[in-house]
């Protein structure tokens, strides 16, 4: 069998000693930090503007079948919050600022704020949004690469919980 060929063990002593208030950025890290802290924040705005779009929509549903799809919006408010949370955690440790300015969450959005005339607007506009959520977290994967695999798990599971959203949705659209 042959040896990995991985770096020995003084040497990441010594490279983990230097430039330390990087935090979890380390020499090895081969992604331009900038464009992923750039692409984070974005990604940030566009939950941000779902939890807002999503919290209107549960509080305004009405109608015969109203209950079902309230429940899907709160419950999709909630973790699309909780996707806010781990994406501004990870610009952090990235040494960036997580953008949280209302004025510019509009504007740094993927996803736009629709707020939907009826229940069934309201369902239309929030797959909308999931499904511009998936292809843009799918392509930020492609790009990440292996540039930054902690950056491109935390996309990879909120993508699988967006596509799980955009399924809810497309299942209540069609029963309306």
Excluded: W
Aim: charged share 30%.
């Amino acid at each position: 069998m042959t040896e990995a060929n991985l770096t020995d063990v003084a040497t990441l002593r010594s490279r983990a000693r230097q430039n330390v208030e990087n935090g979890a950025v380390t020499e090895g890290y081969d992604a331009d930090r900038e464009e992923i802290i750039r692409l984070l924040n974005a990604s940030l705005a566009t939950e941000l503007v779902c939890v807002l779009r999503y919290k209107r929509h549960y509080f305004m549903a009405s109608g015969i079948k109203a209950a079902v799809a309230a429940q899907e919006f709160l419950e999709h408010a909630t973790q699309e919050a909780e996707h806010a949370d781990k994406l501004a955690e990870r610009i952090v440790q990235l040494g960036g600022e997580p953008e949280f300015n209302p004025d510019l969450l509009s504007k740094n959005s993927h996803a736009q704020y629709v707020a939907g005339n009826n229940l069934k607007e309201m369902v239309y506009e929030d797959l909308v949004a999931e499904r511009i959520a998936v292809d843009s977290y799918r392509e930020i994967i492609q790009y990440i690469g292996d540039k930054d695999p902690t950056t491109r798990r935390l996309f990879e599971e909120i993508l699988a919980q967006e596509e799980e959203h955009a399924d809810d949705m497309a299942d209540i659209l069609e029963s309306l």
